[in-house]
């Protein structure tokens, strides 16, 4: 039998060495911490019971994103807020929370920046905030925290966006950051918004995808009003677009404009960006849902080059052939048939939008036939993550809502989240589900990640003002699986990698490893699969993101396992990592 930690050696020796001397100190609690609390006995899958408990207070987080509405502006960058990165910034095992703090806004118009928060993961959902790690100052109003490994050593680095720039902090491999961003070619003083991480060209080194916003600034400052005279955040409709950018790396941790070889449309007005491989062809693609104009989808050629195809292949409008205030957005194989269907977080009046994939990056709308619709046109919705939260062994999907207005007419400000559960390929609303969801909140940016490592998904959503909330999963079931996977040939992250789990009882459930989910978020890139009606995992089949096939026969399951790019293209035996430090098992 072979170890996944002897391919990692044989691979990455300076990694493994830098892994092995780590210095967790910098952030460590000056008091022992009591234990975390015993879960309660499991049930099997068939009687599993799905619920959420709220642990913020437990956590030791104490953090909220700050918009500064306090300036009494009614300015249109009020409403975005912030949003949620999740990464194991030391390679100890344990997830840590890295959180945007928004900005400021002066009588005189000046805008101005806050702190990022970042907090490390002590084990039992405990967190330390960790000023050591150096993500902060922020010299601009910040939004989002995209996560990717961009100089493939083996860390997770740090990209905030917001308005008035971008910054970039390397990962030094002890959990602590410097700022690169004036030595690594990014340069974007515009309004940025999510960023998504990915090796569009497959040279094995990711670039970066960019988004912008809108052509706001306070020379730009329109006054609107609602019926009842107050003044009101003017509707991005008043605003003129800002251009998406893409930056290639240049394999030595810097990066050059590629916008223009690209082939970018100028017209979006951005708030979520998906890579992901839409049409199943091997080549990471990009889908950009815009606010108040047409989404865009880009094929890529695989050296780069994109062929933008949103109306051609129905996903750029509603069923009704109309642009949507779009913000959030996931991607999820919901009725199991190997392909990567969009779901997109729309405004109040729109519907949410489900599109199944028909093949070859064709979509159609199928939010009527999949029950969508009946969830009603109340939301403002915009983070949202897609996980088999209840281990039945399809994927769930969960909401952040709430308003982006001062005065709304339609609906409230703060609003309850949504948790669906995919119920035989028709989403139906989760009742009792823990307290939180039955709580209204102005929620914005949203991640998910075993934070506990008990194999279950647990949630983290930012709001507006509001403190963020960390939400332990609870559901009542023990059978998972979950891997994490390594590039070799292929980027680090294997951002793009098809993963498709056969089991014992016939069922083949893929998952992508994919960048840009939700909205200003990055989830962890970990995968974790339930396996109902006691199932037991027959074969894992890899396709990489350099388009090789890698198999893992018969592993084992309630743990989880790090895979290492085979660029032999061998079959693997079963694979373990019972002596490794970065054990995540469950006794």
Not at 31 to 46: E, G, M, V
Not at 98 to 125: A, E, H, I, W, Y
Not at 190 to 206: I, Q, R, V
Request: proline fraction near 4%; include cysteine; hydrophobic fraction near 35%.
């Amino acid at each position: 039998m072979r170890h996944v930690a002897c391919y990692v050696r044989a691979y990455f020796p300076v990694a493994i060495a830098a892994f092995c001397s780590l210095s967790l100190s910098a952030c460590k609690p000056s008091a022992t911490l009591p234990p975390a609390s015993i879960p309660a006995p499991r049930l099997a899958s068939h009687e599993a019971t799905l619920r959420f408990t709220e642990v913020t207070l437990d956590t030791g987080i104490q953090f909220r994103y700050q918009n500064a509405q306090e300036a009494d502006q009614s300015a249109i960058l009020e409403s975005l807020g912030g949003g949620v990165g999740l990464l194991d910034a030391d390679r100890d095992g344990f997830v840590d929370i890295c959180l945007p703090g928004g900005g400021t806004m002066t009588s005189d118009k000046q805008v101005g920046g806050l702190p990022t928060g970042f907090f490390r993961n002590l084990g039992g959902l405990r967190f330390a905030s960790c000023a050591k790690a150096g993500l902060s100052p922020c010299s601009f109003y910040s939004h989002g925290a995209t996560i990717g490994d961009y100089n493939n050593d083996g860390f997770p680095d740090v990209l905030i966006t917001g308005y008035g720039g971008v910054s970039l902090w390397t990962n030094q491999g002890d959990g602590t950051f410097t700022e690169s961003i004036e030595h690594c070619g990014i340069e974007s003083p515009s309004w940025n918004t999510t960023a998504a991480w990915g090796d569009f060209n497959e040279d094995g080194s990711l670039d970066l995808y960019l988004e912008h916003y809108v052509n706001w600034s306070f020379d730009n400052h329109p006054v609107c009003r609602v019926p009842g005279g107050q003044r009101e955040i003017c509707s991005p409709k008043k605003f003129e677009p800002l251009a998406d950018q893409v930056y290639f790396s240049n394999g030595d941790g810097s990066f050059h404009d590629a916008t223009q070889e690209a082939g970018l449309r100028t017209d979006g007005k951005g708030l979520g960006v998906l890579l992901l491989d839409a049409n199943d062809d091997g080549h990471l693609d990009v889908y950009v849902t815009n606010d108040t104009v047409a989404n865009f989808l880009y094929l890529n050629d695989g050296d780069g080059r994109f062929d933008e195809v949103g109306m051609l292949h129905g996903v750029a409008v509603d069923d009704h052939g109309i642009t949507n205030g779009s913000m959030g957005v996931e991607a999820l194989d919901y009725n199991s048939d190997g392909l990567l269907d969009l779901w997109v977080a729309n405004y109040e009046d729109e519907a949410f939008a489900l599109y199944r994939n028909e093949g070859r990056g064709h979509f159609l709308h199928v939010s009527e036939l999949s029950g969508v619709k009946a969830l009603g046109q109340y939301f403002v919705a915009f983070g949202t993550a897609a996980a088999d939260f209840d281990h039945d062994g399809d994927e769930d999907l969960v909401v952040a809502n709430g308003h982006v207005v001062k005065f709304p007419q339609r609906s409230p400000r703060r609003q309850l989240p949504l948790m669906l559960r995919n119920d035989e390929e028709r989403f139906v609303r989760a009742e009792s589900v823990g307290d939180y969801f039955e709580n209204d909140h102005e929620g914005r940016g949203l991640a998910i990640s075993d934070l506990d490592n008990d194999g279950d998904i647990d949630v983290v959503v930012s709001h507006i003002l509001d403190p963020i909330s960390v939400l332990r999963n609870d559901q009542q079931s023990a059978r998972w699986f979950g891997v994490q996977l390594s590039g070799v040939r292929s980027n680090r992250d294997a951002i793009g990698a098809k993963l498709t789990l056969h089991t014992t009882d016939g069922n083949k459930m893929m998952r992508q490893i994919k960048s840009g989910v939700s909205y200003l978020s990055s989830s962890d890139t970990r995968v974790l699969w339930g396996l109902p009606n006691g199932a037991e995992v027959e074969r894992l089949v890899i396709r990489w993101p350099q388009g090789h096939v890698q198999e893992v026969m018969a592993p084992p399951t309630e743990r989880l396992l790090t895979i290492v790019e085979n660029v032999g293209g061998e079959v693997d035996e079963p694979v373990s990592e019972n002596d490794n430090a970065n054990d995540a098992s469950v006794p």
